[in-house]
């Protein structure tokens, strides 16, 4: 809302206007509700929703989306995020430092793809509605991806798992969801039709990882994608303070990629001499 008032004191408090929070002395209000009331009612999932979303969410609703949170918490050392924070400890910055260096590093390549796989289920969704039959219309959006981002389809495959552990069980949250009416499911059908698509392309199976999942979800409680992507850092963050703080206690100064004894090949020109100037 434009406020075209020139009185400079309502100009300063509609500078960072908000329907967020209502903070005054003595008052905490979180969309309207008081501080003191959500304290021991509402957990962490459910103040996500509420700051995010506008309003408080059903218990279904905040089961879902505790579970997405909660099962993209950690990957271990090898995910880029996590050992970045892991080396930013060992350099003195403290907790808050290395946490802010792993979640800078949560891009479109490492942490980007439920972002990018809930526009994709949300493509797919759009010509759905406009008509298309599901099968063409996975498949339109699957080739519109492609064709815009390369071959690599988000939330599929996993350069890691064979089977990514941690689907499974969040899509059977999601189908139990939308067997008791509480969500209509329409976004895991779509993303287990990009699955079989997947594989009859491929000729092998492309299990859906992690970000498909929890995309599914996400999609299914009418988060926007970009959305999940600030879901994702607020979920790593916990993984991320975890290891940071392990090594800090493990101790260590200045600990690189790999250890000092290993140094990277170096594949440049040969020793040469300096040319002589004249």
């Not at 008052?27 to 009612?41: Q, S």
């Not at 079989?196 to 992690?210: D, E, Q, S, Y």
């Not at 994608?225 to 703080?245: D, E, I, Q, T, Y």
């Not at 090594?247 to 001499?273: E, H, L, S, V």
Request: with cysteine; aromatic share 6%; hydrophobic share 45%.
């Amino acid at each position: 809302m434009t406020n075209s008032t020139t009185d400079p004191r309502q100009l300063a408090q509609d500078w960072w206007r908000t329907s967020i929070i209502d903070m005054q002395p003595g008052v905490i209000r979180y969309r309207g509700y008081a501080v003191e009331d959500l304290i021991g009612n509402i957990g962490l999932a459910q103040m996500i929703w509420l700051l995010t979303r506008g309003d408080l969410p059903s218990p279904q609703q905040a089961g879902l989306l505790e579970a997405a949170l909660m099962s993209a918490v950690d990957h271990g050392p090898q995910a880029p995020s996590i050992a970045i924070a892991r080396m930013a400890a060992t350099c003195g910055v403290g907790l808050n430092g290395a946490m802010a260096s792993a979640v800078n590093v949560l891009g479109d390549v490492h942490g980007g793809a439920g972002e990018q796989a809930l526009a994709l289920y949300l493509d797919a969704a759009a010509r759905i509605d406009a008509g298309t039959p599901q099968a063409q219309s996975v498949a339109d959006a699957v080739d519109t991806y492609a064709a815009a981002h390369g071959k690599a389809i988000p939330g599929f495959g996993h350069r890691f798992h064979p089977v990514d552990p941690r689907s499974a069980p969040l899509l059977a949250l999601v189908d139990r969801a939308a067997q008791a009416g509480e969500i209509s499911g329409r976004h895991a059908a779509t993303a287990r039709a990009i699955e079989a698509l997947l594989r009859t392309r491929k000729g092998k199976p492309i299990p859906m990882n992690i970000d498909g999942a929890t995309a599914v979800i996400y999609a299914e409680l009418g988060f926007a994608p970009p959305l999940a992507r600030g879901l994702f850092c607020l979920s790593r963050s916990v993984g991320v303070l975890a290891h940071a703080w392990e090594q800090t206690q493990q101790g260590g100064r200045i600990k690189g990629p790999m250890p000092r004894q290993f140094i990277p090949t170096y594949d440049g020109p040969p020793p040469r001499p300096l040319p002589r100037t004249e």
